[in-house]
């Protein structure tokens, strides 16, 4: 006799049942969504075949949002309305955001972070990502007809706590279920299967438009560590295009440009660049103000031009090796991840500096996506019998307290595999103390004031002892979703204090919620607005196919019947402009039960003239109402 099999809780699914799951890409410049269906990844496009969609957000003045494609097309026309780049201002201070390039709409400081002012009043990061990935769950609901159970969705590597909590609340506010958060050069490595392998070092090389970032993991066990990330923030394909641009400035010689012109001839630069990814020459064509120019551009002098860039990103991926002590030849697989890495050049220096092909079988813009997308497919529990590992994420940054002068203890190191839990024992500085206060911090550095703090609480009961007799435990939980808890038990008393830890980037649980009422109570409006509409429909062609019976058979009714229908008739029109949608379809249901004796009469008639010769069609359907 078989054996029952019993799944792990929440992990699996009936065998018929496919849950409906995504992967989404939160990207800085595109975002993107995938699924697993029949066992194979596949990326969700919009109705007009795009697969990329443009984290812009744009919002009118009459109260509606645009997204995507919609968005960016005004970025130029209405760009205090119309906020890209939200990822770089997620979870992060003012003070934090110095680094940034200047962006044209309005930030202004909101409570332990910023927030976009716009027509519709001021925004947080987390607002408007949360836009972008409701038109993603959308697609993906339209397009996979259902409901989707869960999400995952990818972060940068080096994203804090906090920048993932915003993330996940992002995504809570959408109305996704995030089933994990998890790195975005995770995500690739997974979508190439890497996973499989025992024990090995992967190098996750993304360059996209205007970031590079480089991370180096581990993967023993189905646990994947970050041993090191870097990179360059301001370093992207726009820095290709830049030199592109350099170059045809170069050739023009003294030719003064226009402002009209510069953005003609970027434009021009990014299309020649991509244009030589396929091919070994190509025209650049400029109608400039002052006339028309055109040069060949090949990639050999491409290549030359642009040598330095990439040199630029090696010697990142060479810090991050020397900083985690690993030697090159000690990675066996290299990913490459973000649109920039189909240039050619890069993809034959990568090969260069390392002695071995890069992945690239998957398009380097959904890699992330697809990696994702299969980790929500196995968290969903629709994974096959042997697939259904699952991956242990990290703690990204250690996590600790503070101690006497303002050092910190670290009691979780960085990349833990999570879940985690951890203890350590402190006591008292003073005699007598009987209160402590803990200050969970998270970060790298030994002092207090270099790492971001997280929370404070006190432990108050403690009995008078002498100092250093208290024996205090404190513990650490970090769960699944990498949300922290800490407790601390005096061991003698059994004195106890936890606490749960907020992010401290400013959305407090009651805004959380406000924003989730606000989305909820919106889509409620929404759903009335349409029942609403679709009862006057059925009440609007109901009247008018009664009225046109009547004028054909109204010979069949008593004029006692007759009036009665009148009398329901007259109830339904004076609903139809109302705005009760139950009230239109209670008058609607009277209309049709008190006209069905009418019914069969014209029935028992259209049979009759049938059988006279008259086709029964003609007789049963030419009183549909026209034009409807
Ligand atoms: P991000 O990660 O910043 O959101 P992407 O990964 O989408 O960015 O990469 C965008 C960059 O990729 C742009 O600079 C774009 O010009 C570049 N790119 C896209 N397609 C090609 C191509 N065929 N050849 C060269 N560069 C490309
Ligand atoms: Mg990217």
Redesign the pocket.
Known sequence: MALFQIAEPGLSAAPHEHRLAVGIDL????SLAATVKSGEPVVLADEAGRQ?LP?VVRYLKDGSVETGWDALAHAESDPRNTVYSAKRLLARGRSELKTLPVLPYEIVDAPGGVAIRTVQGDKSPVEVSAEILKTLAKRAETQLGGELTGAVITVPAYFDDAQRQATKDAGKIAGLEVKRIINEPTAAALAYGVDKESSQKIMVY?L????FDVSLLKLSRGVFEVLGTGGNAAL???D??HAVVDWAVSQLGSVELTAEDRRQLLDRA?AA??A???TPETVLKLELSSGTHAFTLTRVIFDQLTKSLVDETLEAVANVLRDAKLEKDQIKGVVL????T??PCVRREVEAYFGFAPLTGID??CVVAVGAAMQANKLAGNAAEGEDWLLLDVTPLSLGIETMGGLVEKIIPRNSPIPVARAQDFTTFRDGQTAMAVHVVQGEREVVDACRSLARFELRGIPPMAAGAARIRVTFQVDADVLLSVSAREMTSGAEASIVVKPSYGLTDEEIVRMLQEGNSSAEADMQARKLREEQVEAKRLLESTASALTQDGDLLSPEEQSEIDRLARAVGSAINGTDADMIHKAVEALSKGTEAFAERRMDRSIRAALAGRSVNDALFDEKPSGS
């Open positions: 990207g800085t410049t595109n990329l984290s993304d996209g438009g205007g970031t992207g394909g726009d290709f295009d990014k660049k991509e030589l990814t396929d991840v973000g649109g920039s189909r240039m380097p813009d």
